[in-house]
């Protein structure tokens, strides 16, 4: 637990090449008024939150986005305390991201709705091994249950693109989950998908997990359920 109370992320970037701001400045004046803005918000409950505050090279543009399993309340708290967090994580940095298991919150200081970015990339590994005479069918297993899941959820609604499956597929389980801010058109989501798929060899083959995290969409795969599988999306185009 950090000083203030907020439990550390999982993962966090911190962008040093788009700008910086002071403190006090009209900037971080703006980010505070902002991200109160999507935690607050009560008559949202499909776990994305877009807002932006401000005029000119000082706007600030936020998106808060929650896995599709969780609940309202649940997403509102994740947020505050990535908001808490991510300001004095990053603390005069205009560009930054901070990673919950429920929750991802992004602000920048140009527009990022409806816009695909993969990049950076954040990458975490389970540091369980599959058994080395596993690991092709479990890659074999995870390509085909990873692209099933990247059509499934590319295929939902401007509210929530978010897909979630598993169980045991060649005596070996597997659960996983993908998820693309609902801002994307269909294909966006799809090619945001697919080049978060194509780090997961590069970092973390043969892990029994990984969860793999641009801006615009992420992924997660384990061996165990991580999700909630009672959940059911809102059924709204």
Do not use: W
Not at 37 to 60: K, R
Not at 205 to 213: C, E, K, L, R, S
């Amino acid at each position: 637990i950090h000083a203030n109370g907020q439990p550390p992320f999982r993962a966090y970037f911190c962008d040093n090449n788009n700008g910086n701001y002071t403190s006090s400045s009209i900037y971080e004046k703006n980010l505070n008024q902002v991200l109160p803005t999507l935690y607050s918000n009560t008559t949202i409950d499909y776990g994305f939150y877009y807002s932006t505050y401000g005029q000119n090279s000082d706007t600030v543009y936020a998106i808060g986005l929650c896995r599709g399993d969780v609940n309202p309340d649940d997403c509102r708290g994740c947020l505050k305390n990535s908001s808490a967090l991510l300001t004095q994580t990053c603390p005069n940095q205009k560009n930054a991201i901070g990673v919950y298991d429920e929750c991802i919150l992004r602000y920048s200081n140009s527009s990022i709705y409806g816009i695909m970015e993969i990049s950076p990339i954040i990458s975490l590994r389970n540091g369980n091994k599959v058994a080395a005479n596993s690991v092709g069918q479990f890659n074999d297993d995870l390509n085909s249950l990873l692209s099933n899941l990247t059509n499934e959820a590319a295929a939902g609604s401007s509210l929530l693109k978010y897909a979630a499956r598993g169980g045991t597929r060649d005596f070996l389980p597997l659960y996983a989950l993908v998820q693309c801010t609902p801002d994307l058109s269909q294909q966006n989501c799809i090619n945001c998908l697919l080049d978060a798929i194509k780090v997961v060899p590069q970092c973390c083959n043969g892990t029994q997990g990984a969860t793999v995290i641009v801006p615009s969409c992420n992924l997660r795969f384990e061996q165990y359920s991580f999700f909630d599988s009672t959940t059911a999306p809102p059924s709204t185009n």
